[in-house]
């Protein structure tokens, strides 16, 4: 089945700690998203990719990067996470057209000690 | 005034009732509209999409966008337990590719 996977589900850091998150989908799709959601809130958009073209939100701290080396993989990487980074991480993809659904990963939830 | 607002509930209702979730919006822009499902420590799901004024059904879901108030529902009929998650409405404009996401509604579906 075409899908969007994350890896891993779950990650443990230590404060300070870089971390990397990875995303990958099987759906062929030019536009990967990173959202970050804090519990019962909505999904805050970080950046995403269409194609190899890298758009950053404003409001998004220097302290999240991201790389996509190829149309299949999406990294999120976060060099020295705080507390207050403690989220899931959300990947999505988008085939771009005007409708632009976008299709969810199962998320993958930080911890920083 | 936030662009996108959706009452955070949480919603509780027996087994069997009709449900009403709802979102309300400042930017007329809006045109593309979506409900996701999101249950709990999982990713959302796309559960229906609209495009414009109207309804579209899809078996027990009925979603409904009336554009002149800024306002989008779902309604759940003969709501199970399996329904209990988190419900996100989103949209997007024609042009801007991001969706401006609600901060969903925590509905129990009580057995």
């Known amino acids: 089945d075409a899908m969007v996977i994350q890896n891993p589900r779950y990650q443990v850091t230590q404060f300070g700690k870089p971390v990397t998150l990875s995303c990958s989908q099987t759906?062929?799709?030019?536009?990967m998203y990173w959202y970050q959601q804090k519990s019962s809130q909505a999904p805050k958009l970080l950046f995403h990719?269409?194609?190899?073209?890298?758009?950053n939100e404003a409001d998004t701290p220097d302290n999240f990067q991201s790389r996509r080396p190829n149309t299949s993989f999406c990294f999120l990487d976060i060099r020295s996470p705080g507390l207050g980074d403690a989220a899931m991480y959300l990947c999505?993809?988008?085939?771009?057209?005007?409708?632009?659904?976008?299709?969810f990963g199962p998320g993958t939830r930080l911890l920083v000690l | 005034q936030k662009e996108v607002e959706q009452d955070p509930g949480p919603l509780s209702v027996p087994e069997g009732a009709i449900v009403s979730l709802n979102c309300t919006y400042s930017?007329?822009?809006?045109?593309?509209f979506m409900w996701y499902r999101q249950y709990s420590r999982k990713g959302p799901e796309l559960l229906m999409y609209?495009?414009?004024?109207g309804n579209k059904e899809d078996g027990r879901f009925t979603a409904q966008v009336d554009k002149s108030s800024k306002y989008i529902s779902l309604f759940i009929r003969d709501s199970q337990p399996s329904d209990s998650a988190t419900y996100l409405c989103?949209?997007?404009?024609?042009?801007?590719?991001?969706?401006?996401f609600g901060k969903g509604t925590k509905l129990s579906v009580k057995p």
């Open positions: 989103a949209m997007k404009t024609r042009s801007q590719g991001n969706l401006i």
């Open positions: 930017n007329s822009a809006f045109q593309y």
């Open positions: 999505a993809t988008s085939d771009g057209g005007r409708e632009e659904t976008q299709y």
């Open positions: 609209t495009y414009s004024s």
């Open positions: 990719y269409y194609d190899k073209d890298f758009n």
């Open positions: 759906l062929n799709h030019n536009v």
